[in-house]
């Protein structure tokens, strides 16, 4: 039975208390630190080394050791799933990039195979970065890569496998002609120049793939077009560009249809009202615009083109970076993945041995109004569901906290909807939060009192409270329908110092006439706290490293800190068995 606590003061959040906000500083390929991050933990003896394999998840994707950063050409074949990735093999820190690569038949479970692409040739001697993988007519797979040349330059590269009848494609050539496509034109910064996207077909029969560049101090997706994927030519004019920013990284161009979460192939005929996205990563995050593939001018047309790059739609509103996505022809769906770094020292990395994570693949799809991408964690995920604790019919009024038992907290699952019983005391909505959303977490963080909300869960907390992460809910009064904020905040999420804990957020429009519950899932994974919010209208990833996670249990609450109650028709939450992930193959 589960134990209601009352009242709210000596819980969640006792008052507030000054945080250190010393920003995220991010340089490229990866490297993102949090500033005045110099030295090892632990610094007293209340704090117990951050050295342990508690910290490591038990069902997200990472490498046995040393460092990982960007998925790399995802893609189904022949029954087989294949991740590459950004690899590090002889350290905990970025460097020495070569494309690890592991293969699956679930998505979850994964087999470790020796590195695809390493550094032996002068188109890629400085680096074998990130690309994508394309699936050419007749089943054959090539993979379009970024290497760094001896005079260090950004060039295109492509391998294909030597084996096609080999179910694993462990082994890749490189033919004599790369690279196959030079940072060579005007205007264009032969170190700014990277990330080869999937290729698609258009009208005239033609492949294409966008790379992403710096083209005249100007963010750019610039377009190539090839009749057989080797010989490229530039197009004379960009796929998108946009002045509101420099560089794109990692850019990923995919057609969705409206209101169906069925995914499209780009490299078959595209049906009449499909729309096109068109994502990028900048700003240490991954942004992105819907909008239409215009087929006569070989561009891409945003449906809503916005000034201030801070308004963009985001893929993700936490620890997130460098996504692709692929088309899985197995099941007729789109799938993201995107890295998670850590968020403790570089010291602490080379202490552990390992550093960085992918987060859980994601089917994501384009809403029925065309205005945002929803995205949810593939089906396959709940193949490690085991106890199970359900609930229904609970009230929380202000200052509830309902203790979830029954469950491994370190491991978990959680689903809630949340139901409001009154929308009366909802504070209206102020546009100006949407320039720095981050900062209204911190100011409207789960202790402070509302009028609809906070509401949410609070996950790996200490007895005490002095550790805990909360994932909440505020609703707010917009013109017509209403304004949710979702935040995931980590200012109290470990007693360990200068860590990076900040107050990760964005808000989702949402009509509570159509939609009665707000709905909350949240995969807690031991460093890593995934959350959905809405149905999958805002993702928030996380990363966080609770000393109580090694020196005892932590708990898990649903709670209410808003004048309104709110009633919780559902809640149901599970046990997560670990995974096999990247087992060598005997």
């Given at each position: 039975m589960a134990l209601m606590l009352r009242p709210w003061a000596f819980l969640l959040f006792l008052a507030l208390v000054s945080y250190d906000e010393s920003g995220l500083q991010s340089t490229r390929n990866g490297v993102a630190q949090a500033t005045q991050r110099v030295f090892l933990y632990p610094q007293s003896p209340k704090v117990s080394s951050i050295v342990s394999t508690k910290y490591r998840t038990a069902y997200h994707f990472q490498p046995p050791k040393n460092w990982i950063n960007d998925p790399n050409g995802p893609m189904y074949h022949n029954g087989i799933y294949h991740q590459f990735y950004q690899y590090n093999p002889n350290g905990s820190l970025w460097g020495?990039?070569?494309?690890?690569?592991?293969?699956?038949?679930?998505?979850?479970?994964?087999?470790?195979?020796?590195?695809?692409?390493?550094?032996?040739?002068?188109?890629?001697?400085?680096?074998c970065w990130t690309g994508s993988a394309t699936i050419l007519k007749g089943g054959r797979p090539a993979i379009i890569y970024t290497g760094a040349d001896t005079e260090k330059r950004q060039v295109q590269n492509i391998v294909f496998p030597k084996n096609v009848s080999d179910p694993y494609l462990r082994e890749w050539i490189k033919p004599d002609n790369n690279p196959l496509i030079q940072p060579v034109g005007q205007g264009l910064n032969s170190d700014q120049f990277r990330d080869p996207t999937t290729g698609w077909i258009g009208p005239d029969g033609l492949w294409r793939i966008a790379v992403g560049a710096d083209l005249n101090g100007y963010s750019a997706a610039l377009l190539y077009k090839s009749e057989d994927f080797v010989n490229w030519t530039r197009v004379d004019h960009?796929?998108?560009?946009?002045?509101?920013?420099?560089?794109?990284?990692?850019?990923?161009?995919?057609?969705v249809l409206p209101g169906k979460n069925s995914g499209l192939d780009l490299s078959a005929a595209i049906p009449n009202g499909a729309k096109h996205v068109l994502k990028m990563s900048l700003d240490n995050c991954d942004k992105y615009m819907v909008g239409v593939y215009d087929?006569?001018?070989?561009?891409?047309?945003?449906?809503?083109?916005?000034?201030?790059r801070r308004l963009w739609s985001r893929i993700d509103y936490g620890n997130y970076y460098a996504s692709k996505s692929f088309f899985d022809s197995k099941r007729g769906r789109r799938i993201i993945w995107g890295w998670t770094n850590e968020t403790d020292s570089s010291s602490d990395d080379v202490a552990k041995g390992w550093a960085g994570i992918h987060a859980i693949p994601r089917t994501i799809w384009l809403d029925s109004n065309s205005k945002q991408l929803l995205q949810w964690p593939v089906e396959e995920i709940e193949s490690l569901r085991r106890e199970e604790v359900s609930h229904q019919g609970l009230e929380l009024n202000q200052?509830?906290?309902?203790?979830?038992?029954?469950?491994?907290?370190?491991?978990?699952?959680?689903e809630i909807n949340f139901e409001l019983t009154s929308t009366d005391s909802a504070v209206?909505?102020?546009?100006?939060?949407?320039l720095d959303i981050e900062k209204?977490?911190?100011?409207?963080?789960?202790?402070v009192h509302g009028g609809v909300g906070p509401f949410g869960l609070v996950v790996l907390a200490s007895e005490?409270?002095?550790?805990?992460?909360?994932?909440?809910?505020?609703?707010?009064?917009?013109?017509?329908?209403?304004?949710?904020?979702?935040?995931?905040?980590?200012?109290k999420s470990s007693l360990r110092p200068e860590l990076y804990t900040p107050a990760y957020g964005g808000f989702f429009e949402f009509d509570l006439e159509k939609e009665k519950t707000i709905s909350l899932r949240t995969l807690i994974d031991r460093s890593a706290v995934e959350s959905f919010g809405g149905g999958g209208r805002l993702c928030i990833m996380a990363r966080v490293y609770p000393v109580t996670l090694i020196n005892g249990g932590t708990r898990m609450y649903a709670f209410n800190n808003g004048t309104s109650t709110v009633k919780v028709p559902?809640?149901?939450?599970?046990?997560?068995?670990?995974?096999q992930v990247n087992v060598r193959m005997g």
């Open positions: 020495n990039i070569v494309w690890g690569h592991s293969v699956s038949t679930d998505l979850i479970n994964w087999i470790r195979l020796e590195p695809a692409i390493e550094r032996t040739t002068p188109s890629d001697i400085n680096g960009p796929l998108y560009s946009s002045n509101a920013s420099t560089m794109w990284e990692c850019p990923d161009f995919f057609a087929l006569k001018s070989d561009t891409f047309v945003p449906d809503t083109v916005l000034d201030d200052g509830d906290l309902f203790e979830i038992k029954g469950i491994d907290t370190l491991q978990a699952d959680v209206p909505f102020d546009p100006s939060w949407l209204h977490c911190r100011e409207a963080g789960a202790s005490n409270m002095e550790e805990h992460t909360s994932v909440h809910f505020r609703v707010y009064k917009s013109q017509e329908k209403y304004m949710i904020l979702m935040c995931s905040d980590l200012r559902q809640l149901k939450a599970w046990s997560m068995r670990r995974a």
